[in-house]
């Protein structure tokens, strides 16, 4: 991270990497996304059910035991495309070895290593579907509590969850933009606005390829998907050694890793989780 990447930042919350995967990255990752859709949609709403202590109301989780993800479907329905959902799939590194990759992917490192300080886990991997009609309400924003905040200190920037979301397709405004609102990391008051009704927020337009890093403690959501076609972005999160989950599924539980999964990866691939004998990642 460069020191105009390190002012913006600090200032903003985050950065957007351009041309951030190459365009042979981009076709395998999206590739394995629709091959994960098709799994886990029809699924989504089947047992059996993993409701985490941090879901409200009637969203729990369907446990693939075999493939190793979390997946639901909001609005709760029948598991479906319909209008106005979103498909989360928690856990997704489990489904695909063509995943693997983005694990201890060396240019999101050398980025994650500039703002996270100290020993650095994944804490958090998701694939999101937003269908046409979906919009994702703004949430988090300064003040939070002690895992997602942000400060700066002798040694510099020092967030604690923060996280790289991939783009897979090119994504405007109309067609669901990421949204957030810059600055919004440092707030020390709560936003008095209702939800949708940020006057500060702003769309992210992206092409295929390009990448976002933030922290967690923006304010941040989705514009509305007024397309016919899915949003697919694919969301890594690291923080501090000390972080069990913060898959919503799992939220502070041990990291779901398949053992089939981890035979896949290289010790330093293994050390970013959080998982019995891995030392972390510096």
């Given amino acids: 991270m460069n020191i105009v990447e390190q002012y913006e930042f600090d ?162 405004n109309e067609e669901g933009a990421f949204s957030l609102v810059p600055g919004s990391h440092k707030s020390n008051i709560p936003s008095p606005y209702e939800k949708g009704e940020e006057p500060g927020m702003i769309g992210i337009e992206v092409k295929a390829g390009d990448a976002l890093l933030f922290t967690e403690s923006l304010l941040h959501g989705g514009f509305t998907n007024q397309s016919p076609r899915p949003r697919k972005t694919l969301h890594v999160g690291y923080g501090p050694y000390w972080m069990y989950s913060q898959n919503t599924a799992t939220r502070d539980e041990p990291q779901v890793i398949l053992p089939e999964t981890l035979a896949r990866y290289t010790d330093a691939q293994k050390a970013l989780f959080r998982i019995p004998g891995a030392a972390p990642v510096g």
């Fill in 11 to 172: 200032r903003t919350g985050y950065i957007v990497l351009r041309d951030f995967l190459s365009p042979a990255e981009v076709k395998t990752l999206a590739e394995a996304a629709d091959r994960l859709e098709e799994h886990a949609l029809p699924r989504a709403a089947l047992p059996p059910r993993k409701r985490s202590h941090v879901t409200k109301g009637d969203n729990d989780w369907h446990w693939e035991a075999e493939r190793g993800y979390h997946a639901m479907t909001r609005p709760v329905r029948d598991g479906g495309d319909q209008e106005g959902q979103t498909l989360i799939v928690e856990d997704f590194i489990n489904f695909d070895p063509a995943f693997d990759f983005l694990v201890d992917h060396a240019p999101t490192m050398e980025y994650v290593r500039s703002i996270v300080q100290g020993p650095i886990r994944i804490n958090n991997t998701e694939l999101r579907v937003r269908y046409t009609g979906n919009a994702s309400r703004p949430h988090n924003g300064a003040p939070l509590d002690h895992k997602y905040r942000y400060s700066f200190n002798a040694d510099g920037i020092d967030a604690m969850m923060s996280r790289m979301v991939y783009f897979l397709h090119d994504v405007s």
